[in-house]
């Protein structure tokens, strides 16, 4: 399976598969023992070894209990505006770098939200 050529894709896929279920990236990354930064590649579709990336797509489909070709094509649950990102936060400038705690405290409270908004919205 070609799965590195669709990194993108899945990343995306996993990533709203996180926010639905109330997953954080930090999470995910204590679940399958794969370090936070990486879980951020994956997620952002820039992970730089075909090889590992597939090893380690197989460690978050397992831990999650999910077949793999879920995360090349999901059920087609279209994300209300809400549940999408949003860049209108100062803490997601491109231009501006922070220390690596606080920018993973600032991802962590914004997953945090995302999943309250979930449950307060449903």
Sequence with gaps: M??????????????????????????LSKLTGI????INQILEGQSPNPRIYEEQLK????ALKLPLDYL??????KPEKWQLPSTQYS???T???????AQDLLDDLDELLTVAAFYIKG
């Design 59 to 62: 460690k978050i489909t397992g």
């Design 72 to 77: 090349i094509n999901p059920p087609s649950n």
């Design 95 to 101: 231009t501006a770098k922070r220390s690596y705690i």
């Design 35 to 38: 370090s936070r930064p990486t």
């Design 91 to 93: 803490d997601r400038s």
């Design 2 to 27: 070609k799965l590195y050529a669709l990194q993108r894709n899945i990343g995306e896929n996993l990533l709203t598969f996180l926010r639905l279920n109330g997953y954080t990236k930090s999470s």
